[in-house]
């Protein structure tokens, strides 16, 4: 078995890698707090929706809003973000419908929460802006919950 010694110059190399990296690319800002906050949920028991938009998604980092929708297993929920001054105002929609509960998060400003209406609507008003994320209560057959991707509002 060969064993690896490392020279001066490799040790340069490395240091040029590493500068390279943490200084010319560094992480995002913010991307340890957001990641924080997306798996820091105390119902651990939920399932993962994935999103689906025709378009870009434009209000994921500060573009206008509009609707997004996601989907997991057999429920859908589309939302629609309206922005109202410095907060924001969300309709949305869940198929199957029922009165499942729905909490909306947001970082740094904790969450709102209310129940669909039989149709399977609801809304929640000055929701503020940011790092957000949506549980769904399903109160079907099988009781869970459902957790969006979170995304920049």
């Not at 378009?55 to 609707?67: I, K």
């Not at 129940?115 to 079907?140: H, W």
Request: cysteine-free.
């Amino acid at each position: 078995m060969k064993t690896q010694h490392h020279s001066a110059e490799d040790d340069a190399m490395m240091a040029m890698v590493a500068h390279l990296v943490d200084d010319l690319d560094p992480p995002p800002l913010g991307l340890i707090e957001r990641t924080q906050f997306a798996i820091a949920i105390d119902d651990i028991d939920v399932e993962a929706a994935r999103w689906s938009r025709e378009r870009p998604l434009a209000g994921v980092r500060g573009g206008a809003p509009g609707t997004i929708t996601f989907f997991v297993g057999d429920l859908t929920v589309m939302v629609n973000v309206t922005r109202t001054g410095e907060r924001q105002r969300i309709d949305g929609w869940l198929v199957p419908a029922g009165e499942h509960g729905v909490e909306v998060r947001v970082a740094d400003h904790g969450s709102a929460q209310t129940t669909a209406d039989e149709g399977g609507r609801f809304v929640l008003t000055e929701v503020p802006r940011g790092t957000t994320q949506i549980l769904v209560r399903m109160k079907a057959d099988r009781p869970r919950t459902v957790v969006t991707p979170t995304v920049v509002l």
